[in-house]
């Protein structure tokens, strides 16, 4: 009996212990407590209880898990305790079999709903949170809802009103401006969202300044993730040395944790490309890290496997291509290109072609995706795409593959058949070009039949388009069918005469009356007044070829024209040229009478004298000057007899000349 007072006791002391480590926060000695009451008393539901929440404080999950065993009482830390271990599906399905409809527990369904990227759902549990509870957890609902719309809007960008929540200005904080900052960011508004940026840093530096116990570090680190984002922004509008800057201050300041620093260094490498290649494969070891797998959403996963690819294909490393390509979906459109890209680097153009072929055949023409490199925007929301759809990425590289093969058929067939794209100028003046390579003119007209066609049931009017329809129908084709368009054209805009006269011209070949009303519309509608003057047309020099050399005026404008005027009567007088004096030499005489070889070359006048070479200068002068060199009087003595034997014709045909050195020699014996 005395025993189980003791007992008494001693559990009474330590839930009072207890209960004052649980007032003051003091979750270790808690911990520690509650063990020593499941050691008096193995069934105390309360004490375990209270152990299991000093082990979720201190975020020690699997040590949680393992004390509930297999309570079914406590889901909520059940499922807690398995959405902060990263099992969503396991605590999404405990979740659900609570049937708690507790505000805790909506909460805590609304953060593995997010987690699982069940957005539409997750905004219903949001919704109904911030209108119909009342507690201190307002804002970060707010924030929470903001983060929602936020994601859901960049699912789907075009339908961004019907996720509009209103936001009262009294719930602004930093988090939720920054959220608002991405939800401008899935509709493009990137100006604006940039100011959203910046008001969103300011709210959290004077929030967190009015906290004695935050550091300057502190700060910056609370505001690192904005900073990241503001660099993305950056990146979008094309300020790339602006984001660069963003994301080096981020990696050199070690502001970020892991995820912060995944998402900055995947943006350099977006921004990098081929260039600075040794640069990216140093970031390249920031998106390894496993951890990332639980704190990034897929698309950013996606998006840092497809440029590790890329930069392995700048790289030349092939088997770290391949070893990704298998990791990739294969029902994603980027995926198939850049698998697609690889098997061309490889030589495979026929595999390429048919994975390509495949891949167009599976997402038809109701895809979106993106291309090229991807960057990424780090938050508590998604990430937008880019604005070519899907299937027509994979259209388009499968047309350019089908040109390298010098496959115009198969590359006319796939261009003409891209929904939302084979209507655009820039692919029906390919399409057409390439058909005419092939001097396939019924080919050209049917497609511009479908254009066309395209155009009347979607309202599309482009007048370039359709004039060169008419063109070619009038050179190649149907001359009805191009007088009819041209005439639609030239009905839209009467005053347009350049239009007009090519229709007269048009109909002057079919219709010559239908031609002749047609110019006398556009001459009646011009009211042309015509006053010429001969002289001033003559003065204009029309057909002078332009201006003359040394900018002299032509006779035709230096003639006198004597014409009153309104202002002032103008007389031209007409320029005499003056005659040059002859250049003479000097010491001329006239009475002396020129020489008359004077044109010919000193040398060939008939009384030129030789000058005499001293024989003793010229043999002093052997053995001087550069290796290989003659005396003056050896290049004059060769002349000469070479100038000798050349004179004298040869008898019997053409014979081997002998040269002067040989004749020295023979000489000499």
């Known amino acids: ?65 393992k004390a509930l065993g297999d309570d079914e009482e406590m889901k909520f830390e059940r499922g807690y305790c398995l959405y902060r271990t990263n099992k969503i599906e396991q605590s999404l399905s405990v979740i659900r079999q609570s049937n708690d409809d507790s505000p805790r527990m909506k909460e805590l369904l609304g953060q593995v709903l997010y987690r699982a990227e069940n957005y539409k759902e997750c905004m219903t549990i949001y919704r109904d949170l911030v209108s119909n509870t009342v507690d201190d957890f307002e804002h970060e609902r707010v924030a929470n809802l903001a983060a929602v719309q936020a994601s859901l809007q960049f699912d789907n960008p075009s339908s961004h009103r019907d996720y509009l929540i209103p936001i009262s200005e009294d719930n602004l904080s930093y988090e939720v401006v920054y959220n608002i900052a991405c939800s401008l960011i899935a509709r493009g508004d990137l100006d604006a969202a940039n100011m959203k940026l910046d008001e969103a840093a300011n709210l959290c530096r004077q929030s967190l300044e009015e906290d004695s116990d935050m550091t300057e570090e502190d700060i910056e680190t609370e505001i690192a ?72 959403n897929s698309y950013q996963l996606k998006a840092m496997e497809r440029n590790k690819l890329l930069l392995y294909l700048y790289t030349n490393q092939l088997d770290n291509c391949k070893k990704i390509c298998e990791q990739l979906s294969t029902k994603d459109e980027i995926s198939a290109v850049l698998k697609a890209a690889v098997l061309v680097r490889e030589r495979k153009m026929r595999e390429a072609v048919q994975c390509l072929k495949d891949q167009y055949d599976l997402s038809g023409s109701h895809s979106v995706g993106l291309s090229g490199s991807h960057s990424v925007g780090l938050s508590r929301s998604d990430v937008h795409g880019s604005e070519i759809g899907g299937s027509q990425l994979v259209g388009l590289t499968l047309a350019q593959l089908y040109l390298q093969q010098s496959d115009i058929e198969n590359a006319c067939n796939i261009l003409s058949n891209i929904d939302g794209c084979f209507y655009k100028p820039a692919i029906v003046a390919l399409v057409v070009h390439l058909y005419m390579s092939k001097g396939s003119h019924c080919s050209v007209s049917e497609f511009y039949q479908n254009v066309l066609i395209y155009y009347r049931d979607n309202g599309i009017d482009d007048s370039d388009v359709i004039q060169q329809a008419s063109e070619f129908e009038l050179k190649f084709g149907d001359s009805q069918r ?130 005499k070479v001293d024989k003793k200068s010229a043999a002093s002068s052997i053995g001087k000057g550069t290796q290989g060199a003659s005396s003056p009087m050896e290049v004059d003595s060769v002349k000469q007899n070479v100038k000798d034997e050349s004179s004298v014709p040869s008898a019997g045909g053409a014979r081997p000349k002998q040269s002067t050195a040989a004749k020295q020699r023979k000489k000499k014996r």
């Open 1 to 65: 009996m005395a025993v189980e007072i003791s007992k008494e006791k001693q559990l009474s002391t330590l839930y009072r212990d207890l209960s004052n480590q649980g007032a003051t926060g003091d979750y270790q000695k808690g911990l520690k407590t509650a063990n020593k009451i499941l050691k008096l008393s193995a069934n105390e539901t309360a004490a375990r209880h209270c152990k299991i929440v000093c082990l979720i404080q201190l975020n020690q999950f699997t040590d949680a898990l």
């Open 225 to 296: 993730i904005i900073e990241v984002q503001r660099g993305y922004v950056l990146q979008l509008l094309g300020k790339h040395q602006e984001a660069m800057s963003s994301y080096n201050k981020i990696l050199k300041g070690k502001l970020g944790d892991s995820s912060l620093n995944a998402v900055a260094a995947n943006n350099i490498i977006t921004l990098n490309k081929d260039q600075n290649v040794f640069d990216s494969k140093k970031r390249l070891k920031t998106l390894m890290g496993e951890e990332l797998q639980n704190k990034l």
């Open 482 to 611: 191009g007088i009819e368009l041209l005439e639609s054209l030239f009905n839209k805009d009467r005053s347009n005469s350049r239009l007009g006269a090519r229709l007269m011209s048009a109909y002057a070949t079919v219709d010559p009356n239908r031609a002749a009303e047609l110019s006398r519309e556009i001459l009646g509608s011009s009211n042309l007044e015509v006053r010429l003057n001969a002289d001033e047309l003559e003065a204009c020099n029309i057909t002078g070829g332009g201006y003359r050399s040394g900018g002299k005026a032509s006779p035709r404008r230096e003639r006198v024209t004597k014409e009153q005027t309104d202002e002032s009567q103008i007389v031209t007088s007409k320029r005499h040229k003056k005659k040059r004096k002859p250049k003479l030499p000097k010491n001329f005489d006239p009475t002396i009478p020129p020489d008359p070889e004077r044109w010919l070359p000193r040398r060939e006048r008939s009384y030129y004298k030789r000058r």
